[in-house]
């Protein structure tokens, strides 16, 4: 398992690879420790592979609650952190990006059924959400349900 915030290399469609990362490590220089350590272990996993151990890598988006129910566990969801942090200072950052979030019950599934489907090949899966919300819609969202959110846009 890894994050799609592991990989910034795209393809020429715009996407992100869905490829293990280059050995070249300034086109992977994240603010993030949490997202160098996991580039870091996508590289292991790369090197593992060229040594004959088989093995996949997952990157889901920002994995949320459930489809049915939304229920998940906020206090280790970084992103619901943040959201609840930004209500409670009322206050939200400037940023231009658009969240992907995939609930934890879709993702498990994709998982499984690539699991199932494909066993370790040095496939790399993107789990992505093809319909993602702006960071400034979701702000206008959170202020549109009674919450006073200041956006600095």
Not at 38 to 57: D, F, H, Y
Not at 109 to 126: D, E, F, K, W
Not at 135 to 143: A, D, F, S, T, Y
């Amino acid at each position: 398992m890894s994050t799609l915030s592991a990989m910034k290399e795209k393809a020429d469609d715009g996407f992100i690879k869905e490829s293990f990362p280059s050995e070249r490590p300034e086109l992977h220089y994240h603010s993030s420790g949490y997202v160098q350590s996991k580039w870091v272990a996508e590289r292991l996993l790369a090197q593992a592979l060229e040594r004959g151990v088989p093995v996949n890598i997952y990157r889901p988006g920002w994995i949320t609650g459930q489809t049915a129910t939304g229920i998940c566990a906020v206090e280790n969801n970084h992103l619901l952190r943040l959201i609840k942090s930004c209500i409670q200072l009322g206050e939200a950052p400037n940023w231009q990006r658009n969240i992907d979030m995939v609930p934890a019950d879709f993702t498990r599934a994709l998982i499984v059924h690539a699991v199932t489907r494909s066993p370790a090949s040095g496939q790399v899966y993107n789990l992505v959400n093809p319909h993602c919300v702006s960071w400034v819609e979701l702000i206008k969202q959170i202020n549109g349900l009674g919450y006073k959110v200041e956006d600095n846009y």
